[in-house]
């Protein structure tokens, strides 16, 4: 009929955790998608939003009427406290503000179209945008999807020293046009799990302030990565108090557990108010040629939680629960794997943080994994230890430890 | 560190024209002021209205405890498969042949900006979006950000506050081939103008090989009825034409906030349509991902459990019928103000708005002396009137007019 469309290639992650579904093998382990599982390998529904749900649910006085396109006021002003701290200077110096958007990536769009926008002249689609070396796969998407014709990578992972190429992150940065846009990870990074540390992310800061670069936080796992929100927000409020204009893409999915509500947040850290508000009243436009306004579900149950000291200190708790389990799965990974022998270091496996690692593994390793051991994880070796539980650990274990020593 | 910013050419944004009734709106102190520009139902008191139905639904998901993992890149699933059987009735051949696609969206500018983004890419013929005019203030940008031309075609006649259908028939009749017409499937917005069904079969007659993309943001607020709603839409695919379509659950169920909606795609054969799918969703992924799920649960529950069914149609009824019965009252009050002019469009246009044919000078006017609130164009926002306020509003209109 009118459309010649080709059938597109599934997302690759999306397809993992299908094929694992169809699997029958009673011991198959998913170490896929980037989603939290209880030590029974369960989704978790976080007590305190399961508490503030029948708050909500409760409230008479609350009705589904449309939220400014900007979104919840509370939310965003909460949101943007939790990454930048209740005290810093910028929000102090009124020249922080937000957009409430559909998850981290919805935050990731709408920065990334206004950039396209507005960013280095006036619909610059040439801006080279820079995303690390492997990056979360969707990065380019997006930013391509806006407009911009130039996406590259920047070196980020060492695959030999399994560790971070700081002289590769370093001279991308020294080498790269003026003004290019960096995409940074915020902390926990994805797939690698490997962070700069604090004098590293002073050296990147240093180069990209001298260099006029662009920085650009894509903050998911506040809170999840070390268990402590002041930790894991370490880089972005260093960012910010060198005095960098930037914007944060802050996700509630992993550190509230709410995936499938769409809450997100892009914070965005001006010169100053005039300049804030110039910059929120277009990327309103933006936001109302998309989806018009946000959800508000999602964004209500952060808000009562963010803004309620009781309520927030159980999230807290509840945070450094899931923050504590996976710590726990990789000590006891690293302890097994060395215990069996397994040829290799597996000392990135506790230097490593947050919810992935990057095992090392090879394509021919992973495959052998998945076929022959109905263990699911990404081609690039990158697992889950989400995935991890106390009675499927062994399992894993011994499996890497053929996988290593039977295929290379 | 310099004062220098990266922001300093980036100009303000022009305030949105219905916002900015709102922000007067909310400034004014004069106590009997009316906000009509609002396109949100109210309720007889003039408040929001939270329906039953979606309580009841809200409370039977709550109990079920349910899990937050991620939804499908196209939503949930038994959403969308009834929000597809609501528009096109669930004996439709399209459904039972499985030759259509429909993805749960961010409401009805979510599926509007999918579906521009899928023509852009996909279309094969010109990329010219024909709309109505006028048409609703947002369908411009969203098309023309996605890439595609926007151009019009003849539908409101100022002159009879009506359908232009002469002037729509020629127009279209000269639209160049394989172009894509946009209509409004029921409830015109901004005009409440809806051509009738013979005038909607001499439509879906022309022989221009026009791809139909119909927005459907009110099944059921319009007559009342979700199957007479949805009448020109079943029409059109039974005449042929394999039409694309989006859906909002913002009004019918007051799910406004929540982000309701669905994009279908109807296609040649089931293959077609799972290739089409593919590509949708590679489309969303790199705008949000995979949509909210909460008011998809909300509404697949109430589609899909009989009881609330049946009580979701008898409260979309009672908002229907409550917005005539406020323009019945509203032209008896100008009528028995001595009013000479003709306000029988007020009763024959349909839906949540109004095109009263006032001009900007008489809207002004009832701004500035009477503290009501409207958009420049005339039209109002029936929601907003009560059986409270109908009486002051029609002594507002008739002061302005006379």
Request: aromatic share 12%; charged share 20%.
């Given at each position: 009929?009118?459309?010649?469309?080709?059938?597109?290639?599934?997302?690759?992650?999306?397809?993992?955790?299908?094929?694992?579904?169809?699997?029958?093998?009673?011991?198959?382990?998913?170490?896929?998608?980037?989603?939290?599982?209880?030590?029974?390998?369960?989704?978790?529904?976080?007590?305190?939003?399961?508490?503030?749900?029948?708050?909500?649910?409760?409230?008479?006085?609350?009705?589904?009427?449309?939220?400014?396109?900007?979104?919840?006021?509370?939310?965003?002003?909460?949101?943007?406290?939790?990454?930048?701290?209740?005290?810093?200077?910028?929000?102090?110096?009124?020249?922080?503000?937000?957009?409430?958007?559909?998850?981290?990536?919805?935050?990731?769009?709408?920065?990334?179209?206004?950039?396209?926008?507005?960013?280095?002249?006036?619909?610059?689609?040439?801006?080279?945008?820079?995303?690390?070396?492997?990056?979360?796969?969707?990065?380019?998407?997006?930013?391509?999807?806006?407009?911009?014709?130039?996406?590259?990578?920047?070196?980020?992972?060492?695959?030999?020293?399994?560790?971070?190429?700081?002289?590769?992150?370093?001279?991308?940065?020294?080498?790269?046009?003026?003004?290019?846009?960096?995409?940074?990870?915020?902390?926990?990074?994805?797939?690698?799990?490997?962070?700069?540390?604090?004098?590293?992310?002073?050296?990147?800061?240093?180069?990209?302030?001298?260099?006029?670069?662009?920085?650009?936080?894509?903050?998911?796992?506040?809170?999840?990565?070390?268990?402590?929100?002041?930790?894991?927000?370490?880089?972005?409020?260093?960012?910010?108090?060198?005095?960098?204009?930037?914007?944060?893409?802050?996700?509630?999915?992993?550190?509230?557990?709410?995936?499938?509500?769409?809450?997100?947040?892009?914070?965005?850290?001006?010169?100053?108010?005039?300049?804030?508000?110039?910059?929120?009243?277009q990327m309103e436009k933006v936001v109302r040629i998309t989806w018009s306004n946000p959800p508000s579900q999602g964004a209500r149950i952060v808000t009562i939680t963010l803004t309620s000291p009781e309520l927030f200190s159980e999230w807290q708790e509840n945070v450094k629960t899931m923050a504590n389990r996976v710590l726990l799965m990789r000590s006891q990974l690293k302890a097994k794997l060395q215990a069996l022998g397994t040829p290799g270091t597996w000392d990135h496996i506790t230097d490593q943080i947050g919810m992935f690692s990057f095992t090392g593994l090879n394509p021919k390793q992973v495959e052998y994994l998945v076929k022959e051991k109905h263990i699911y994880l990404m081609a690039s070796g990158r697992i889950n230890m989400c995935g991890l539980t106390t009675k499927n650990i062994d399992y894993v274990a011994e499996s890497i430890h053929e996988a290593v020593t039977k295929v290379q | 560190c310099t004062r220098y910013s990266w922001w300093g050419g980036v100009q303000m944004g022009p305030p949105d024209p219905i916002l900015g009734v709102t922000e007067a709106f909310k400034k004014d102190t004069n106590p009997k002021k009316m906000n009509l520009g609002v396109g949100a139902y109210r309720d007889d008191q003039g408040k929001p209205f939270v329906l039953s139905c979606v309580r009841k639904a809200e409370a039977i998901i709550a109990a079920k405890?349910?899990?937050?993992?991620?939804?499908?890149?196209?939503?949930?699933?038994?959403?969308?498969?009834?929000?597809?059987?609501?528009?096109?009735?669930?004996?439709?051949?399209?459904?039972?042949?499985?030759?259509?696609?429909?993805?749960?969206?961010?409401?009805?500018?979510?599926?509007?900006?999918?579906?521009?983004?899928?023509?852009?890419?996909?279309?094969?013929?010109?990329?010219?979006?024909?709309?109505?005019?006028?048409?609703?203030?947002?369908?411009?940008?969203?098309?023309?950000?996605?890439?595609?031309?926007?151009?019009?075609?003849?539908?409101?006649?100022?002159?009879?506050?009506?359908?232009?259908?002469?002037?729509?028939?020629?127009?279209?009749?000269?639209?160049?081939?394989?172009?894509?017409?946009?209509?409004?499937?029921?409830?015109?917005?901004?005009?409440?103008?809806?051509?009738?069904?013979?005038?909607?079969?001499?439509?879906?007659?022309?022989?221009?090989?026009?791809?139909?993309?119909?927005?459907?943001?009110?099944?059921?607020?319009?007559?009342?009825?979700?199957?007479?709603?949805?009448?020109?839409?079943?029409?059109?695919i039974e005449n042929g034409h394999n039409i694309v379509l989006s859906q909002s659950f913002a009004k019918n169920m007051g799910l406004y906030g929540e982000r309701v909606g669905g994009f279908t795609v109807v296609c040649k054969d089931a293959e077609e349509a799972k290739r089409v799918e593919s590509q949708l969703k590679i489309l969303i992924r790199p705008i949000y991902s995979n949509p909210p799920v909460n008011g998809a649960r909300i509404a697949a529950t109430i589609l899909n459990t009989p009881e609330l069914r049946s009580l979701w149609l008898e409260e979309v009824h009672g908002m229907a019928n409550r917005i005539i019965k406020m323009r019945e009252q509203l032209v008896a009050g100008l009528k028995k103000n001595g009013s000479s002019h003709n306000w029988q469009h007020v009763i024959d246009q349909i839906g949540m708005f109004c095109f009263t044919g006032l001009k900007p000078e008489q809207v002004e006017r009832l701004t500035k002396e009477f503290s009501v609130y409207m958009t420049k164009d005339g039209r109002i926002s029936m929601a907003g009137v009560t059986s409270g306020n109908v009486g002051y509003l029609a002594d507002a209109i008739h002061a302005v007019t006379k």
């Open positions: 009929n009118i459309f010649k469309v080709p059938q597109a290639a599934p997302v690759a992650v999306f397809k993992l955790t299908q094929d694992f579904n169809n699997d029958q093998f009673p011991n198959k382990v998913n170490l896929g998608v980037g989603a939290y599982r209880t030590d029974e390998g369960q989704p978790w529904v976080l007590p305190v939003v399961k508490k503030v749900e029948k708050i909500i649910v409760h409230d008479d006085r609350l009705n589904h009427e449309y939220l400014p396109i900007l979104g919840l006021p509370e939310f965003r002003s909460s949101a943007s406290k939790i990454v930048l701290g209740d005290n810093s200077p910028a929000i102090l110096e009124n020249r922080v503000g937000a957009v409430q958007c559909l998850g981290g990536t919805g935050a990731l769009k709408i920065g990334a179209e206004f950039l396209r926008r507005f960013y280095n002249g006036s619909n610059n689609t040439k801006t080279p945008i820079y995303v690390s070396a492997p990056t979360w796969e969707n990065h380019n998407a997006v930013f391509s999807s806006a407009g911009f014709e130039d996406v590259r990578p920047y070196r980020y992972w060492d695959a030999e020293k399994r560790g971070l190429d700081l002289a590769g992150f370093l001279g991308d940065l020294e080498s790269c046009p003026e003004h290019s846009v960096f995409v940074l990870h915020a902390c926990a990074h994805n797939p690698t799990g490997t962070d700069p540390t604090q004098e590293q992310w002073k050296q990147i800061a240093e180069v990209m302030m001298r260099r006029k670069l662009f920085a650009f936080f894509d903050s998911a796992y506040q809170g999840f990565a070390s268990g402590s929100l002041e930790k894991d927000a370490w880089a972005v409020r260093y960012f910010v108090s060198s005095g960098f204009e930037m914007f944060c893409a802050q996700s509630f999915s992993k550190n509230f557990g709410l995936y499938n509500e769409r809450v997100g947040n892009l914070t965005v850290v001006a010169r100053d108010a005039d300049n804030l508000k110039r910059v929120l009243s | 405890q349910l899990d937050k993992e991620y939804l499908p890149i196209g939503g949930l699933a038994e959403f969308s498969k009834a929000c597809a059987q609501l528009a096109l009735g669930p004996e439709n051949e399209v459904l039972k042949s499985s030759r259509s696609v429909t993805v749960q969206t961010i409401s009805g500018t979510g599926s509007l900006r999918i579906g521009a983004n899928f023509l852009a890419r996909f279309h094969p013929g010109p990329h010219d979006v024909y709309l109505p005019k006028p048409s609703w203030g947002n369908h411009t940008p969203i098309f023309r950000d996605a890439g595609m031309q926007l151009k019009a075609y003849r539908y409101y006649e100022p002159s009879t506050c009506g359908f232009d259908f002469k002037g729509a028939l020629d127009d279209i009749s000269k639209i160049p081939e394989q172009s894509i017409i946009l209509l409004h499937a029921c409830a015109h917005n901004p005009t409440g103008v809806d051509p009738r069904p013979e005038q909607w079969k001499e439509i879906a007659d022309i022989k221009r090989n026009l791809l139909v993309f119909f927005d459907m943001a009110y099944q059921g607020f319009a007559s009342g009825d979700i199957d007479r709603d949805a009448w020109a839409v079943r029409h059109f």
